[in-house]
């Protein structure tokens, strides 16, 4: 196959949508050969991944923990901030040898850094040793890129303006919970992010299409679903004639599935009717990732988060108390160009006056193509890791404060699957997603118990049955 010229590459008609395969159509040409499925980043790239494993094993291929014993390797790759790039290449050096070693492993690369333009033409100049790369917005070729692997690399990457996909098969890691995309992409562009670059504008599935799969799922045992999205309050917002995120969360609620998750919520999107349906319905979890970004208002703006502090702060608590015993948690950005002392500390005081459940917790980390990239920045780095040291003990002290609340009560907790570290335990989560160890509860996988707490540390609970 000749290489494709990239920029024309990048672009999909909608005519392309048109082929979409399903499991079916595939012969087991791999049988007994093994794939190695490796992911980062987001939930939106484990939900990938769980895709992309079906797609494999539609091919036959059946999957394996390790490296070496591979005849197939996948990389699903996440590109939102620097040290992601790290981590891959450092990978790729170990891929290179099990090539040496095996001539005829395939190795793949996909996901967001797959969508970079710089990174795909760094794979074609620099790592010949890869076979395949394919983008976000094209999982569904995948069969058709391993059967038709030639000796060149083999190149399908280009943006979508298109439709969305369904009908798409699943490997789904868990039998208890599932997530359920229900908009792909984003159109927000915060100043400082790649994923609208790497992931497309906003495109919402059909509500029929979300409650016919939750309905599926609910059928075949499943207990929880979360439903996926990088701006999930913007849902249906493309769409002519489509219901809005609110209205969406009834529907889901009224399939009786036991418990309902969502992830990301973006503030400036939050309605009141939305914390009104989440206050309504039993099976929608209390439970609310919210990210701030920043606790100063000037630096929201150069985010173009287009939230103020106060704004942040009022739907805070009209969400709390609103909401009985929500639990809400959050992601900071730290050292954002040019935030001073000052700044910083407004995001301290949003922290004290929000005590958050918990937070995950970044310094920035330019992108290339983003307008953020472009800002001249003056904060040396051991400043940016002392303001991220100094927020980490705080959230971490208020994680403590909110799981000791929980000592010596009894909370309902879906328990997921034996512990790693101890396989006498059982984990699961609380429905305010708090981690919970559990002892002697082997045989309650699946199931939703009453655990009663007896120790909390800042990272997770322990209890008994
Ligand atoms: N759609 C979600 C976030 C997706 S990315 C939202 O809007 O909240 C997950 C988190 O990564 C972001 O919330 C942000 O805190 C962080 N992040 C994104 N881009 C970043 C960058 N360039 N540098 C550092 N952190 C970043
Ligand atoms: Fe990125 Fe902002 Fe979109 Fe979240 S809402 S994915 S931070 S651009
Ligand atoms: Fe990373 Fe892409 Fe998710 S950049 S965080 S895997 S949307």
Redo the contacts with the bound molecule.
Sequence with gaps: MNLPDLKKARIRTDKEVEYIYLNDHYQKLFSGQKYFLKTYGCQMNVHDSEEIAARLESLGFNKTEVLEEADIVILNTCAIRENAHDKLYGFLGRCKHLKKEKKDVIIGICGCMAQEENVVEEIMNKHQYIDIVFGTHNIYKLQDLIINKKEKQNIEVYSCEGDVYENVPYKRESQVKAWVNIQYG?????T?????YT?GKQRSRKSQEIIKEVEELVKNGYKEVTLLG??VNAYGKELKDEINFAKLLEEVAKTGIERIRFV?S?PWDFTDEMIEIIAKYDNIMPYIHL?L?SGSSKILKLM??RYTKEEYLTLYHKIKETIPNVAITT?IIVGFPNETDENFKETLDVVNACQFDSAFTFIYSPREGTPAAKIEDKIPMEVKEERLHKLNELINSYSLKANQKYLGKTVKVLIEGVSEKDNTKVFGYTETMKLVNVDNACDKIGEIIDVKITDAKSFSLDGKI
């Design positions: 984003c159109d927000k562009f915060c400082y992010c790649i994923v609208p992931r990088q701006n990301t973006h990210p970004q173009g988060r992601d």
